[in-house]
C-alpha cells in the first residue's frame, strides 16, 4: 500500500514536472543562458549600432532576440529623444506603423476559426457596397477623370491578406487610383482621422481597383478594409476585439491603438532627414503625418497601421505564431491556421522571388540562398522604420525598431541580422 502511494506521488510529480516544462516552452524564458549562442559574436551588434549613432546616422533603436523561446538579447541604443538627449530604453513605445497588419491577419483568422467566414468568400457578403467591383480603364491626369470595366470576380478574404484586391494605398500609393483615393478622401491609415472607418470604406468600395482581383501583387489598403471586416462581422471595435483576443490573453500591456497618456512619456520621438542627410525632428505636419496620433483619442482603428507597441509585447505575438498559435497555455490561432498564413499564397513570381502568406512576406529558398533568414521565415516592417521576422528554422523571434524614416543608413537592419546569424552555433 506504502509502495503504491509512493509511486502515485512520483507519477503525479513528474506529470506537474511535465506540464510545467511544455508551459515553459511556451513562454518566452527572461534569464536563461541559450548555449547555441555565441554572445561574444552577438555582442558586435552592440558596437555597430552604437557606432551609427555616434556617427548621428541613427537617433536610436531597440533590439530584441528570442531564440528557443529564450531571450538572448533586448536592448535599447541611443536617443528616444535626441535634443533633450533621453536615452532609448528597451520599453520604448514605438508606432509600429504596418506592423498592424499581421495582428488584423490573425484577427481575421480567428474569425475564420469560428466559422464567421471563409477565406475565398466574397467580401460583399459582409459589406455589400463591395458587390460588382470595376476596374480603372483610362485615366486622365489632368482632372483625374476616369472609365472603368467590370471586374472578372469579386473581391475575397484571400486577396485582402495577400494584397491582390486591386484596391490601392492612399497617400503613399503612386498609382492613378491613389489620386482617386486622395480626391474622394480616403484615408491612409498612417496618422490620426476624424473619420467613420464603414463609411469611408464603402467610398472606397464605389471607386475602381488598380486591376483585376488575384492578378498583381500591390501594396495597399487591404488590411484596413479587413480591419473594418472584423469589425462588421464581431459587432466589436477592432480596438476591443484585439484586446479581447489578442493583446489580453497574451499579455501584451504596452501595445494601443491610443496610448494612454500615462504612457505618453514612453512614445519615442520620431525623426526623418534634411537635404543632406541629417537627422531631425519629424513636425506635426510633415507628410500630413502629426507624429502625435497615438495620443490624440482616434476612433478611426487603421487595421493596417494604427498600433504602437514595444519590441517585447510584439515578440510576445510573433512567438505565439511561432509557438503553433500557443503561449503560456492560451491558444489564440489553431496549429493549422498558423501553417496557412506562413505558406505562400502567390502564383509565379508575383511577389518577386520571395512568397507572401496570409499577412506575412516570406522567405524563400531563393532567398535563403543569399544569407541570413532560413526559407519559410515571416516578416514585414513599419512605415517609421520598425521591422520583424520569425524563423521556424531557427526557432528564432527577431525585431529592430527606430522611429526615422527616409534613413539614409537604413542598411543596419541588414547588419543586425547579419551578425545574428553569424552568432548561431
Do not use: C, Q
Given at each position: 500500500m506504502q509502495r503504491n502511494s509512493h509511486y502515485r506521488t512520483v507519477l503525479i510529480s513528474l506529470i506537474a514536472t511535465l506540464i510545467l516544462g511544455i508551459a515553459n516552452a511556451q513562454v518566452i524564458q527572461l534569464n536563461a543562458k541559450n548555449n547555441s549562442v555565441d554572445y561574444q559574436k552577438l555582442a558586435r551588434i552592440d558596437s555597430v549600432v552604437n557606432e551609427y549613432v555616434d556617427k548621428k546616422w541613427l537617433a536610436g533603436a531597440v533590439s530584441i532576440i528570442i531564440k528557443d523561446n529564450q531571450l538572448v538579447q533586448y536592448r535599447g541604443y541611443g536617443y528616444a529623444d535626441i535634443e533633450s538627449k533621453k536615452p532609448m530604453h528597451k520599453d520604448q513605445i514605438f508606432r509600429i506603423m504596418s506592423q498592424t497588419k499581421a495582428v488584423t491577419s490573425v484577427g481575421i483568422m480567428i474569425l475564420y476559426e469560428q466559422g464567421k467566414l471563409l477565406l475565398d468568400e466574397p467580401i460583399w457578403h459582409f459589406i455589400p457596397e463591395f458587390r460588382n467591383p470595376v476596374v480603372l480603364d483610362k485615366f486622365n491626369d489632368a482632372d483625374t477623370t476616369y472609365t472603368t470595366v467590370p471586374a472578372k470576380r469579386d473581391i475575397t478574404f484571400r486577396d485582402l491578406l495577400t494584397h491582390t484586391s486591386g484596391i490601392d494605398y492612399a497617400d503613399i500609393g503612386g498609382s492613378k487610383v491613389s489620386a482617386i483615393y486622395a480626391k474622394n478622401k480616403i484615408p491612409s491609415g498612417l496618422g490620426y482621422f476624424n473619420a467613420d472607418l464603414l463609411e469611408r470604406m464603402k467610398t472606397m468600395a464605389r471607386l475602381p481597383l488598380s486591376f483585376q482581383p488575384g492578378e498583381k501583387w500591390q501594396y495597399g489598403l487591404n488590411t484596413d478594409l479587413l480591419g473594418c471586416l472584423i469589425e462588421v462581422i464581431s459587432g466589436m471595435t477592432l480596438d476591443n476585439f484585439f484586446r479581447k483576443n489578442i493583446f489580453e490573453p497574451l499579455g501584451m500591456k504596452d501595445t494601443y491603438f491610443n496610448v494612454p497618456a500615462s504612457?505618453?512619456?514612453?512614445?519615442?520621438?520620431?525623426?526623418?532627414?534634411?537635404?543632406?542627410?541629417?537627422?531631425?525632428?519629424?513636425?506635426?505636419?510633415?507628410?500630413?503625418?502629426?507624429?502625435?496620433?497615438?495620443?490624440?483619442?482616434?476612433?478611426y482603428f487603421s487595421g493596417g497601421a494604427g498600433l504602437s507597441s514595444t519590441a517585447f509585447d510584439y515578440a510576445v505575438f510573433m512567438q505565439m505564431l511561432l509557438n503553433g498559435g500557443l503561449y503560456n497555455g492560451r491558444r489564440i490561432l489553431s496549429k493549422r491556421s498558423v501553417e496557412m498564413m506562413t505558406s505562400n499564397q502567390l502564383k509565379g513570381e508575383m511577389f518577386g522571388d520571395s512568397g507572401m502568406g496570409l499577412g506575412f512576406g516570406l522567405t524563400s529558398a531563393m532567398d535563403e540562398a543569399k544569407g541570413g533568414r532560413y526559407s519559410g521565415s515571416f516578416a514585414w516592417g513599419g512605415y517609421y522604420g520598425t521591422s520583424y521576422w520569425a524563423d521556424p528554422k531557427a526557432k528564432l523571434v527577431c525585431l529592430f525598431m527606430t522611429q526615422q524614416n527616409p534613413n539614409s543608413h537604413g542598411d543596419i537592419h541588414e547588419k543586425f541580422e547579419a551578425i545574428l546569424y553569424s552568432s548561431l552555433k
Open positions: 504612457k505618453a512619456n514612453r512614445l519615442a520621438t520620431v525623426y526623418t532627414e534634411d537635404s543632406v542627410g541629417n537627422i531631425i525632428r519629424w513636425s506635426h505636419t510633415f507628410r500630413n503625418i502629426d507624429p502625435d496620433y497615438p495620443l490624440m483619442n482616434t476612433t
